[in-house]
């Protein structure tokens, strides 16, 4: 019998519909939408961020082929909550709302997300 590795999956400090900056690599300082998570891989997919082209190859006879450009994933560690009243990229921290609810707060500007 075949071992099956067990999946780890990571604490995603962001989630699918926040705003976040870049703060590392080519697209540095870069604002965008989370468009998805992928958890297991710990990246995430931004709007507008990490764009790769691919050259497709025509299928059909008579059809052209094409570019085609779309968004990579990037890892989470490289992007950071960005606060769109402050204008500010911030970490987050976890606190509890006066009804006892655990939030995400950034910790530069004490704005609630969640």
Not at 4 to 29: C, E, F, L, N, P
Request: proline share 2%; with cysteine; charged share 30%.
């Amino acid at each position: 019998m075949a071992k099956t590795k067990a999946v780890t999956r990571y604490k995603m400090h962001v989630k699918k519909g926040d705003t976040v900056q870049v703060i590392s690599g080519k697209d540095k300082g870069k604002i965008g939408e989370i468009l998805q998570t992928l958890q297991k891989e710990s990246k995430v997919l931004v709007k507008g961020v990490n764009f790769r082209t691919k050259h497709v190859k025509p299928q059909q006879e008579g059809e052209s082929g094409q570019i085609v450009t779309s968004e990579a994933p990037i890892h989470s560690s490289n992007v950071m909550l960005y606060s769109e009243k402050q204008k500010v990229a911030s970490r987050i921290c976890y606190s509890f709302d006066a009804d006892g609810r655990k939030v995400r707060m950034l910790k530069k500007t004490g704005e609630i997300i969640d």
